[in-house]
Structure formats: C-alpha cells, structure tokens
C-alpha cells in the first residue's frame, strides 16, 4: 500500500512541474511573440481602463489546457490511477484563478481558469484509458 502511495505522490510532483514548465514555456513564447507595453493610441490610460492584450491572454489558456492535458496524463499513467491527475488539475486551477484576479483580467478569465483545466484533466483521463466506459 505504501509504495503505491508513494508512487502517486511521485507522479502527482512530477506531473505539477511538467504542467507548470509547460505553461512557463507558452507564457515566455507569448511574451516574445506580442512584446510587453500598452499602446497610449489603443487604451485610454486617463480612464485607468487597462485590458490584456489578447494574444498574450489566448497563449495563457492554451497553455493551461496542455499544461494540465500533459501534466495530468503523465500523473495518471504513473499512478495507474487517477487521482494523481486531478490533484495536477487542481493545482493548475488553483493558479490560474490566482492569475485570473488580476484587475486587468475580466470575469470570463475565472470562469476559463476553473473550465480549461477540467476539460483538459476530463480528456487526459479519456487519454489513458482509465475513463470508466458508458455502458448502454
């Protein structure tokens, strides 16, 4: 019992830091695609209205979705279970609303920051065959 426990602690770290390394690298690739500044001409900066840019934002929730699909696939085929994988979620989720709280992020940022990393747990788990099948 121990040592399954142990296993799945272990796949349960090494899935959080393949899903955070993955969207460090989405995040650094954003920030050299669409260079960091606001545009005075765009943004009325005397409202103190400040928006996103949106493809630095698209690039963060494209890399929750293969942060968590990869991180939390890797977790369940280590663990041979699924628990692991939904831990990995969790914690993604967990930083992404973090992240989402920003005063410059709006209302739907939340509701993607909890929604992208279940879906993408939710097909990881169909990934790894672990998914209990319908039956008819």
């Given at each position: 019992?121990?040592?399954?426990?142990?296993?799945?602690?272990?796949?349960?770290?090494?899935?959080?830091?393949?899903?955070?390394?993955?969207?460090?690298?989405?995040?650094?690739?954003?920030?050299?695609?669409?260079?960091?500044?606001?545009?005075?001409?765009?943004?009325?900066?005397?409202?103190?209205?400040?928006?996103?840019?949106?493809?630095?934002?698209?690039?963060?929730?494209?890399?929750?979705?293969?942060?968590?699909?990869?991180?939390?696939?890797?977790?369940?085929?280590?663990?041979a279970g699924t628990g692991a994988g939904w831990i990995v979620a969790?914690?993604?989720?967990?930083?992404?609303?973090?992240?989402?709280?920003?005063?410059?992020?709006?209302?739907?940022?939340?509701?993607?920051?909890?929604?992208?990393?279940?879906?993408?747990?939710?097909?990881?788990?169909?990934?790894?065959?672990?998914?209990?099948?319908?039956?008819?």
């Amino acid at each position: 019992m121990t040592s399954g426990l142990i296993r799945s602690a272990i796949a349960t770290i090494v899935g959080i830091v393949v899903a955070f390394g993955l969207i460090l690298l989405f995040q650094y690739a954003s920030a050299s695609l669409f260079p960091a500044g606001y545009d005075t001409a765009v943004y009325d900066v005397s409202a103190e209205e400040i928006e996103a840019p949106l493809g630095t934002t698209i690039a963060l929730i494209i890399g929750w979705f293969v942060g968590t699909f990869a991180g939390g696939w890797l977790a369940m085929r280590v663990s041979a279970g699924t628990g692991a994988g939904w831990i990995v979620a969790g914690a993604v989720m967990g930083a992404a609303i973090y992240r989402a709280s920003s005063p410059v992020d709006e209302w739907w940022i939340f509701a993607l920051a909890v929604l992208v990393p279940a879906a993408a747990a939710w097909l990881a788990q169909r990934a790894t065959g672990f998914a209990t099948p319908a039956t008819a």
